[in-house]
């Protein structure tokens, strides 16, 4: 059974940091794109990164680039999300996602909704003004 379990969410003030982890099982971890993706209140879901554990490349969504950073262990089955300079705006639930590498990695990203097969319950990132 797959299994995707996020930590790390929480309540921070605006310009902090937090690190969101993935936990990954029950497939192949070195052999699918696994991504982060958030959704606010009343909001779209949207991709914030993803990373191919085959090869370490990474694609940043609009909302990831420049203040995010995204890695993976593959020896520990997990993928991290590296956010700093945090604003109100990056508040939402943050999903943890995997999938095959069917499409380019960019493309499985931003259509998530195709190509990411399995996700996490998501974690809540609160970010105070």
């Known amino acids: 059974e797959v299994q995707l379990v996020e930590s790390g969410g929480g309540l921070v003030q605006a310009g902090g940091s937090l690190r969101l982890s993935c936990a990954a099982s029950g497939f192949t971890f070195g052999e699918f794109t696994v991504g982060w993706f958030r959704q606010a209140p009343g909001k779209e879901r949207e991709g914030v990164s993803c990373i191919s554990t085959q090869d370490g490349n990474s694609y940043y969504g609009d909302s990831g680039k420049g203040r995010f950073t995204i890695s993976a262990d593959n020896a520990k089955n997990m993928v991290y999300l590296e956010m700093h300079s945090l604003k109100p705006d990056d508040t939402a639930v943050y999903y943890c996602?995997?999938?095959?590498?069917?499409?380019?990695?960019?493309?499985?990203?931003?259509?998530?909704?195709?190509?990411?097969?399995?996700w996490g319950k998501g974690t809540l990132v609160t970010v105070s003004a």
């Open positions: 996602a995997a999938g095959a590498p069917e499409v380019p990695l960019w493309r499985q990203c931003f259509f998530s909704q195709y190509y990411m097969h399995y």
